[in-house]
């Protein structure tokens, strides 16, 4: 197993889009591809840089009022996807899934909305599940993806992306699946205690 992974295509799948032009300057800089959905995808591209539409490697429109935008088996194989295993290489190769290196998420604000006083249907609709999805999926597959869960983390990948160019080893990765998962157990307690209120 390679312990330093170069980062290729990234997923950019965020609430805030504040601070991220720094860091997609990067990327860019180092060319990385980007894929995402909806208004990420339309503020990529006021930046200027070429990002696939996550409606064309998975042929299906994000469907529900956008509930469902990521959660298809050519997003989720691209991140889970182990890139030693020749089995799991086989798959990507039959079913044409690319590989995801990295995973930006920032998540619907769900502990604003509860604190701004807005109704029941509208804390429900700001319950993330694609986004939580994949945290976990980039987390989960560490050894090969880069997950970077919130904005918080945006100037740290910043910083590993000055040092080293678009490279990671495993240690980074590992540092971020912490965190990752970190962002997801304050997620779902938040939820929690709301539900349980």
Known sequence: MAETKKIKTA????????????????????GVKFLSTGGTQKFIE???????????????????????????PKVFGGILARRENEGDREQMRQYEIPEIDLVIVDLYPFEDTVA??????????KIDIGGISLIRAGAKNFKDVVIVPSKAEYGILLDILNKKGAETDI????????????VSSHYDTAIHGWFDK
């Not at 997923?11 to 180092?30: C, I, Y």
């Not at 540092?175 to 990752?180: C, E, L």
Request: aromatic content about 8%; some cysteine; glycine content about 8%.
């Open 11 to 30: 997923l950019v799948s965020v609430f805030h889009k504040d601070g991220l032009d720094e860091l997609l300057a990067k990327l860019n800089a180092e």
């Open 116 to 125: 701004s006083g807005a109704s029941d249907a509208d804390i429900i609709e």
């Open 171 to 182: 240690e980074d990765r590992r540092m971020f699946a912490t965190r990752a998962f970190g």
């Open 46 to 72: 006021s930046l200027g840089y070429e990002c696939q539409a996550v409606e064309d490697v998975t042929t299906y429109p994000s469907i529900l009022g956008g509930r469902v935008k990521t959660l298809h």
